[in-house]
């Protein structure tokens, strides 16, 4: 039943309810970064020495979530198996006296509560977080694209489930962009409410330069209260005949508030080449271990490609 009364008591029911789930989707070929992707998935791709998704897990346990559903489809086993426990490993790293190493691992099968659903068929953004309605069921839950890495100094996630917990309004990273760029991207306008965040006042998937409200692109993270999961239930596909979850939230804005939470750096979509390679370097500079060797080496090309 989908009436005002049912959205009036969904938004109460879920207003009490603290964040505690995530949904990350992970269904993409990852055709952009083929051949590696034919058998590897794009969220597998190492940075350093950690695949990509689980930076996505780590930044959503640092803010608090406990329980997390992946959303995969065929060919993403490996994703299960990293998050897996792995006795023999473990056992023949204790014998060899490599305990660090065998807690590392202990520890990263206990990282959150995992879940995998499957996506039967590639039908969308929004169709795939629509695949965790049952798991999610009547509370608020943030979405992580399983392949943005998002750099904890960016604080986007808990600054998104601070302004929940403030407005108990849905929520939406968003960041400004180039205009030329924002056609590979959901648009949004937007009010200037306080400090990083803005009340959303539409929002238009992948519109061309000419035709984009804003240079504000949403993001890899989403915030939604359960009322989301009805109205992608009610999307038709849109831009590339996919159910796209921004039709949703078009939707959505007639029912709820949703409010921008803007940042402006520390993003990184690995699904680019470019911004991998990004990701990598910024991520090894950082690195205790590697940090101070690694900057020799950029120091010694950047002086032999006349960089600096
Ligand atoms: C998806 C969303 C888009 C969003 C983007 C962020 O697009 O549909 O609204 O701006 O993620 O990365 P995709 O990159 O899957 O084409």
Redesign the pocket.
């Not at 009436?3 to 009036?8: D, E, I, R, V």
């Not at 694209?145 to 968003?174: C, E, F, P, T, W």
């Given at each position: 039943m989908t009436n005002s009364t049912t959205t009036t008591n969904s938004a109460a029911n879920s207003a009490a309810k603290p964040v505690r789930k995530a949904v990350i989707p992970a269904a993409?070929l990852g055709t952009r970064f083929l051949p590696f992707t034919k058998a590897v998935p794009k969220e597998m791709l190492p940075v350093v020495d950690r695949p990509v998704i689980q930076y996505v897990i780590e930044e959503a346990v640092d803010a608090g979530i406990e329980d997390i559903i992946i959303i995969t489809s065929r060919y993403k086993k490996s994703i299960e198996d990293h998050f897996d426990r792995l006795l023999e490993l473990e056992d023949q790293l204790e014998a060899k006296g490599k305990s660090d190493e065998a807690k590392g691992l202990r520890q990263l099968a206990d990282l959150a509560q995992l879940h995998f659903v499957r996506q039967g068929e590639a039908l969308?953004?929004?169709h795939a977080i629509g695949t965790a309605r049952n798991h999610v069921g009547d509370e608020p839950f943030v979405v992580l694209?399983g392949?943005?890495i998002m750099h904890r100094k960016a604080g986007v996630l808990k600054g998104m489930i601070d302004a929940y917990n403030q407005h108990q309004s849905s929520v939406v990273a968003l960041m400004e962009v180039p205009q030329n760029d924002i056609s590979?991207?959901?648009?949004a306008a937007a009010n200037p409410m306080a400090d990083r965040l803005v009340e959303v006042t539409s929002?238009v998937?992948?519109p061309a330069p000419e035709d984009a409200p804003s240079n504000l692109?949403?993001?890899?993270r989403y915030l939604f209260t359960p009322t989301i999961f009805e109205e992608i239930a009610k999307t038709n596909p849109g831009?590339?005949g996919?159910i796209?979850?921004?039709d949703a939230m078009v939707s959505l804005l007639d029912r709820e508030k949703l409010l921008g939470f803007t940042f402006s750096e520390g993003r990184f979509?690995t699904?680019k080449k470019i911004d991998y390679l990004r990701a990598v370097v910024e991520m090894a500079l950082e690195r205790d271990d590697l940090g101070h060797e690694f900057r020799q080496i950029l120091s010694d090309i950047a002086k032999r490609e006349n960089l600096c």
């Amino acid at each position: 039943m989908t009436n005002s009364t049912t959205t009036t008591n969904s938004a109460a029911n879920s207003a009490a309810k603290p964040v505690r789930k995530a949904v990350i989707p992970a269904a993409g070929l990852g055709t952009r970064f083929l051949p590696f992707t034919k058998a590897v998935p794009k969220e597998m791709l190492p940075v350093v020495d950690r695949p990509v998704i689980q930076y996505v897990i780590e930044e959503a346990v640092d803010a608090g979530i406990e329980d997390i559903i992946i959303i995969t489809s065929r060919y993403k086993k490996s994703i299960e198996d990293h998050f897996d426990r792995l006795l023999e490993l473990e056992d023949q790293l204790e014998a060899k006296g490599k305990s660090d190493e065998a807690k590392g691992l202990r520890q990263l099968a206990d990282l959150a509560q995992l879940h995998f659903v499957r996506q039967g068929e590639a039908l969308g953004l929004g169709h795939a977080i629509g695949t965790a309605r049952n798991h999610v069921g009547d509370e608020p839950f943030v979405v992580l694209l399983g392949d943005d890495i998002m750099h904890r100094k960016a604080g986007v996630l808990k600054g998104m489930i601070d302004a929940y917990n403030q407005h108990q309004s849905s929520v939406v990273a968003l960041m400004e962009v180039p205009q030329n760029d924002i056609s590979a991207y959901g648009c949004a306008a937007a009010n200037p409410m306080a400090d990083r965040l803005v009340e959303v006042t539409s929002l238009v998937e992948k519109p061309a330069p000419e035709d984009a409200p804003s240079n504000l692109a949403v993001m890899g993270r989403y915030l939604f209260t359960p009322t989301i999961f009805e109205e992608i239930a009610k999307t038709n596909p849109g831009v590339g005949g996919e159910i796209q979850i921004t039709d949703a939230m078009v939707s959505l804005l007639d029912r709820e508030k949703l409010l921008g939470f803007t940042f402006s750096e520390g993003r990184f979509d690995t699904g680019k080449k470019i911004d991998y390679l990004r990701a990598v370097v910024e991520m090894a500079l950082e690195r205790d271990d590697l940090g101070h060797e690694f900057r020799q080496i950029l120091s010694d090309i950047a002086k032999r490609e006349n960089l600096c």
